[in-house]
Nanobody, 118 residues
C-alpha cells in the first residue's frame, strides 16, 4: 500500500523560506506528476503549482500569486517531490496539500501547516 507523507511546514517570518516535502513509500512507486494546493483559514482550497502528469512532462505551472517565489522539484528516484517557498508573505499562510500521480494511483498528502508572521 502506498503511503504519502508531507513535511516541512512551520512558522516563519515574512521574507523567509520553507521547503515542503511529499514522500511516497510502500514498495515500487514512482511519482509522475504533482499538484500543490493550499487552504487559508475561512477560505476555499486553491491551486498553488503543478508539474508533470501521466506523460511525465517536467513543465511546471504556478499560480500568479506564487510565481517567481515558489519552485517545484523532485528527487532522482521520483519518490519525493518538493515545494521550495521563498520570500514568504503572510498571505501564504495556510495548510498545504500535495496531490501526486504515481504508477500505483493518485494520492493526497495529509497536509502541513505553513504560518508566515509579519
Amino acid at each position: 500500500q502506498v503511503q504519502l507523507v508531507e513535511s516541512g511546514g512551520g512558522l516563519v517570518q515574512a521574507g523567509g523560506s520553507l521547503r515542503l516535502s511529499c514522500a511516497a513509500s510502500g514498495g515500487s512507486v514512482t511519482i509522475f506528476g504533482m499538484v500543490w494546493y493550499r487552504q487559508a483559514p475561512g477560505k476555499e482550497r486553491e491551486f498553488v503549482a503543478t508539474s508533470g502528469g501521466s506523460t511525465d512532462d517536467s513543465t511546471s505551472e504556478y499560480a500568479d500569486s506564487v510565481k517567481g517565489r515558489f519552485t517545484l522539484s523532485r528527487d532522482n528516484a521520483k519518490t519525493t517531490v518538493y515545494l521550495q517557498m521563498n520570500s514568504l508573505k503572510p498571505e501564504d499562510t495556510g495548510v498545504y496539500y500535495c496531490y501526486v500521480q504515481t504508477n500505483r494511483g493518485s494520492y493526497w498528502g495529509q497536509g502541513t501547516q505553513v504560518t508566515v508572521s509579519f
